[in-house]
C-alpha cells in the first residue's frame, strides 16, 4: 500500500513538473518568437522608409535596440529551458554515472547561484537607468534593461527545478555544500588573493573558469561566476557593473544580425534555396574529395563580414550546407572544426566591423584596411582547403558521378535565385540601401518571396518552431557574449592591459620579434575578450609602439586580426567555437580534437603573412 502511494505520489509529481514546464515554455517560448518577427518587421520598414519612400523612421533602430535586449534574455531562459546553452561535457562522461549525476546536480546548483547573484544587481541597475531615455520614444530605458531582472528570474525558477528534480536530496545538497564551501573558501583566502596582484586573475579567470567547464556548468554561466567571484572577493567594485556590462556586451545593435541571420540560415533551408544552392555547387566540386568542404569555406568568404558578426555569418552558411554533407557522410565534429576555422579565416575579409572598429580607435585607413584583408583571408582559406583535402582523403566518392556540363547548366538556371541571394545582401551593404543589422531583413524578405513563387517550398506549420530555435540559439550565443563582456571589463580594470604592454614593448628581436609577441598575445586576448572589445582595449596602446618600429599598420592590423580570429575561435575558452558548435547543434565535445589541425594552418598562415608583408600592402 505504501508503495502504491509513493507511485502516486512520483506521479503527481511529475505531472505537476510537466505542467510547470509547459506553462513556463508558453510564456518565454511565444513572446520569444513574437520578437523575432517584430524585430525583422522593424528593421526592413526602417529600411523601406528611409530607402523606397525617403522618409526615415527614426525611431526603428531606437525600439529595435530595446526589444533586443528582451529577445536575448527570453531566448537565453529557452536555451536553459531546452538544455541548449553550450557546454563541455566531455570530463564528465569519463566518470562513471552516479559521478555523472553529481556533476549534473553541481553544474544546476552553479547556474543557480550565479543567476540569484544577478537579481540584486540587475534590480539596482534597472532603478539607475530610470533616470535615462531614449531620445526619439522617450521611453525609460528601465524597461529595456528590466529585460536582464526578468530573465535571470526565470532562469533562476529553471535551475531550481532541474537542480530538485534531476537529483537525489543528497546530491543536491552536496552540490549546494560544494559551492558554499567554495564561496567560503575564497572569502577566507581573500587577505591572500589580494596579496597576489594580478596573480589572482590565474585563480579566477583561468583556474575557476576550467573548473567550472569541466564540470559542465554552461559556457556563460562559467565566465559570469568567476567575473562575479573576482568582482566581490578581491575588489570593492559594485556587482551592479556586472549587469551594465552584460547590458552592454548583449545590447549592440549590431549583433541584432545574429538571430536574424539565424533565421535566414534556418529559412534558406527550409524554402529549398540551400537545396538548389548546395545541388549546383555540388555539380561542379561534388565529384571531387572534400568538395562541399571547399563550398563551404568559399560560401563563408562570400558572405563574411556582411553582418559584422562571426556568428551571423555561420548563422548563414551553416544551415545550407550541413545537411548535405552530413548525408555524405562527414562528421558533425569535422563539420563544426571546419565551419569554426572558417569563420577565424574570414576575420579580415571586408566590410567587416573588426577591420572598421580597429580603424576608428587607431586611425588607420579604413579603405586600406578592406583592400589589405582580401589577399591574407584568401592565404588562410587555401591553407584550410589543403587541410579538408586531407581530412577527406579516405572519403568514398566512387558513387558519386562528375556531372556533365549541360546538367550543371541546368542546375545553374534553377540556383539563379539562390545564387543571387549573397550579392544581394551584399550589393545592399555596400551600396548604402540598409545597415549590417538591417542587410539581414532584405536577406529574409527576398528569401520568403523566392521560396513562395519561384520555389513554391514554405512549410507554414514549420514558421514558428523555426522563429523559437532561433530565439533558443541567439540567446545562448548572447548570453556568452554578455558574460564574456564583463569578463573582459574586469580583466581590463585589474591592470593587465597596461602591464601587457609593458612587457611586449620591452620584448627582443625587434619588429619580427614584436609581431611574433602580437600573435601570440592577441591569440589569447581574441579567446578571453573576442576581437572588438580586445582591439578597443589594447588597439591605442599597441599600434603606437608597432609605428615607431617601423612595422605598416595596415599590415600589424591584418596580423592582429588574423590571431584574433583564431583565439576567438580556439576551445576551451574561444566565444566563436562554442557559437559554431551552437550554430552546428553540435557537442563542443565532437568538435574539439578535429578543430586544432585547421587552427594549427591559420597560425601557419598567419605567420607566413606577418613575414611577407607584401601579403597585406602589396595591392594598396
Not at 175 to 187: C, E, M
Not at 530 to 548: C, K, W
Request: aromatic letters at 8%.
Amino acid at each position: 500500500m505504501s508503495m502504491a502511494a509513493a507511485e502516486v505520489g512520483k506521479s503527481a509529481a511529475t505531472s505537476g513538473g510537466g505542467r510547470f514546464d509547459l506553462w513556463l515554455g508558453r510564456l518565454t517560448e511565444w513572446p520569444a518568437a513574437a520578437l523575432v518577427v517584430v524585430e525583422i518587421c522593424v528593421l526592413f520598414a526602417g529600411v523601406v522608409s528611409r530607402y523606397v519612400i525617403n522618409r526615415p523612421l527614426i525611431w526603428s533602430d531606437e525600439l529595435a535596440s530595446i526589444l533586443f535586449l528582451w529577445l536575448a534574455m527570453l531566448g537565453a531562459v529557452v536555451a536553459l529551458r531546452r538544455d541548449e546553452h553550450m557546454r563541455l561535457t566531455a570530463v564528465a562522461m569519463l566518470l562513471p554515472p552516479i559521478w555523472q549525476a553529481r556533476l549534473r546536480a553541481l553544474a544546476a546548483a552553479v547556474v543557480a547561484v550565479f543567476v540569484l547573484e544577478i537579481v540584486a544587481p540587475a534590480r539596482a541597475y534597472v532603478e539607475a537607468q530610470w533616470f535615462i531615455t531614449t531620445p526619439a520614444l522617450e521611453i525609460h530605458d528601465s524597461f529595456r534593461v528590466a529585460a536582464i531582472i526578468v530573465g535571470a528570474l526565470l532562469m533562476l525558477l529553471i535551475a531550481v527545478r532541474r537542480l530538485v528534480a534531476g537529483s537525489s536530496l543528497l546530491q543536491m545538497l552536496g552540490a549546494l555544500a560544494v559551492v558554499g564551501a567554495v564561496a567560503v573558501g575564497f572569502w577566507l583566502a581573500k587577505p591572500w588573493l589580494m596579496s597576489l596582484g594580478i596573480g589572482n586573475l590565474v585563480v579566477f579567470f583561468v583556474v575557476l573558469v576550467a573548473i567550472c567547464v569541466a564540470v559542465g556548468v554552461p559556457i556563460a554561466f562559467s565566465f559570469g561566476v568567476a567575473t562575479m567571484s573576482y568582482l566581490a572577493v578581491v575588489t570593492r567594485m559594485p556587482l551592479t557593473i556586472v549587469v551594465s556590462r552584460m547590458d552592454e556586451g548583449m545590447s549592440g545593435l549590431v549583433l541584432l544580425a545574429v538571430p536574424l541571420f539565424v533565421f535566414l540560415g534556418l529559412l534558406i533551408e527550409m524554402t529549398g534555396l540551400a537545396r538548389v544552392l548546395v545541388a549546383f555547387m555540388a555539380s561542379i566540386v561534388g565529384h571531387v574529395k572534400g568538395g562541399l568542404a571547399y563550398v563551404l569555406l568559399g560560401a563563408m568568404y562570400l558572405v563574411s563580414g556582411i553582418s559584422g558578426s562571426k556568428a551571423a555569418d555561420m548563422a548563414a552558411v551553416a544551415p545550407a550546407l550541413f545537411p548535405e554533407m552530413k548525408q555524405r557522410g562527414a562528421a558533425p565534429g569535422e563539420l563544426v572544426a571546419l565551419l569554426s576555422a572558417s569563420g577565424a579565416m574570414a576575420e579580415t575579409i571586408p566590410p567587416s566591423l573588426v577591420l572598421i572598429t580597429i580603424g576608428s580607435v587607431t586611425g588607420v585607413s579604413i579603405a586600406a584596411l578592406f583592400t589589405g584583408g582580401l589577399l591574407p583571408a584568401a592565404v588562410g582559406a587555401l591553407a584550410l582547403a589543403i587541410v579538408a583535402r586531407l581530412r577527406c582523403r579516405h572519403d568514398d566518392v566512387s558513387g558519386i558521378e562528375r556531372a556533365s556540363w549541360s546538367e550543371i547548366g541546368k542546375r545553374f538556371v534553377i540556383a539563379v535565385p539562390a545564387l543571387i541571394l549573397p550579392f544581394v545582401i551584399r550589393a545592399a551593404v555596400v551600396d548604402g540601401i540598409a545597415t549590417a543589422t538591417e542587410v539581414s531583413t532584405v536577406g529574409i524578405v527576398y528569401t520568403i518571396l523566392v521560396g513562395l513563387f519561384v520555389y513554391r517550398q514554405f512549410d507554414w506549420s514549420r514558421v514558428v518552431p523555426i522563429l523559437i530555435e532561433t530565439a533558443s540559439l541567439s540567446g545562448a550565443i548572447l548570453l556568452i557574449i554578455g558574460t564574456a563582456t564583463a569578463m573582459a571589463w574586469a580583466l581590463t580594470q585589474s591592470g593587465f592591459s597596461h602591464s601587457l604592454v609593458a612587457t611586449m614593448s620591452a620584448v627582443s628581436g625587434g619588429p619580427l620579434g614584436f609581431l611574433a609577441i602580437s600573435i601570440l598575445v592577441f591569440t589569447v586576448l581574441g579567446s578571453v575578450l573576442e576581437g572588438i572589445p580586445a582591439i578597443v582595449l589594447f588597439g591605442p596602446l599597441l599600434f603606437p609602439v608597432a609605428r615607431a618600429l617601423g612595422i605598416n599598420e595596415v599590415h600589424y592590423a591584418i596580423v592582429v586580426v588574423l590571431a584574433m580570429g583564431m583565439g576567438l575561435f580556439a576551445p576551451p575558452f574561444g566565444v566563436g567555437f562554442y557559437a559554431a558548435c551552437a550554430i552546428g547543434r553540435v557537442s563542443p565535445d565532437a568538435a574539439m580534437s578535429r578543430v586544432w589541425p585547421y587552427l594549427a594552418v591559420l597560425l601557419a598562415a598567419t605567420v607566413l603573412i606577418a613575414a611577407v608583408p607584401w601579403l597585406s600592402i602589396g595591392f594598396l
